[in-house]
């Protein structure tokens, strides 16, 4: 199995937004996401996102899988088959294919000490 490249768009999480906050410094620009609203998981060291891959049939855009939010088992199964439908995909993944490093044909050789003339011209 290879690694994957996993891109999500977390605005498709329900009742997240981008917003400013005001600091005492200065404002930044801020993802909010609604942690109850969302079905997003509190435990104790963390807040989690759980995410199912969905295998595509017809692969587009170089991506394999499709990424869906994976909800507790009560909440899915106390939604409608419509509101099942319509759970938005949240992302898409792709095999990471790993680019060959150039290959550089070493003809000859030199010597690098011979090469420096004016040791008084180097920029260190």
């Known amino acids: 199995m290879g690694n994957f490249s996993i891109k999500e768009d977390l605005l498709k999480l329900k009742g997240s937004f981008i917003t400013n906050f005001k600091g005492r410094t200065e404002t930044k620009r801020c993802l909010v996401i609604p942690v ?12 989690y996102l759980n995410l199912t891959a969905i295998e595509m049939e017809n692969p587009q855009f170089k991506e394999t899988h499709c990424i869906k939010q994976s909800l507790d088992k009560e909440i899915y199964e106390a939604l409608s088959e419509e509101q099942r439908q319509a759970l938005p995909i949240i992302g ?8 060959a490093a150039p290959q550089m044909n070493v003809g000859s050789t030199f010597d ?3 090469a ?7 920029p260190f």
């Open 116 to 122: 420096v003339e004016n040791t008084d011209d180097l």
């Open 36 to 47: 109850d609203d969302s079905g997003l998981y509190v435990g104790e060291k963390g807040v």
């Open 92 to 99: 898409g993944m792709k095999p990471l294919v790993k680019k």
């Open 112 to 114: 690098g000490a011979q």
